[in-house]
Nanobody, 125 residues
Framework: QVQLVESGGGLVQAGGSLRLSCAAS????????MGWFRQAPGKEREFVAA????????YFADSVKGRFTISRDNAKNTLHLQMNSLKPEDTAVYYC??????????????????WGQGTQVTVSS
């Protein structure tokens, strides 16, 4: 089992940047494919980005492609989401998630077994 703790959220103006981190503990971090998801008020949780176990493959939702970058450091058991050119519509609670399922990147929320508690990102216009 793995425990996940997000950090790095906050309030930022439109056009600004934030870097989210997800610290993992427990079973070997490198055995998990990882992802970021977000949930805005009144909306369903949605996929943001995913990264393979080695970090060699990544995938992004169209809404963040070109603005967000996902990375991982398996030696430090950490996952990151670099968010640039933020927009008010990026406002949401951001969650990191881990899964032992699948190969490569995993984009389906239902395939993730472990979730963090979330960190709030608010982008003002």
């Amino acid at each position: 089992q793995v425990q996940l703790v997000e950090s790095g959220g906050g309030l930022v103006q439109a056009g600004g940047s934030l870097r989210l981190s997800c610290a993992a503990s427990g079973r070997t971090f490198g055995t998990y494919a990882m992802g970021w998801f977000r949930q805005a008020p009144g909306k369903e949780r949605e996929f943001v980005a995913a990264i393979s176990r080695t970090g060699g493959n990544t995938y992004f939702a169209d809404s963040v492609k070109g603005r967000f970058t996902i990375s991982r450091d398996n030696a430090k058991n950490t996952l990151h989401l670099q968010m640039n050119s933020l927009k008010p519509e990026d406002t949401a609670v951001y969650y990191c998630a881990a899964t032992l399922q699948g190969l490569g990147v995993v984009t389906e929320m239902r395939r993730y077994d472990y979730w963090g508690q979330g960190t709030q990102v608010t982008v003002s216009s």
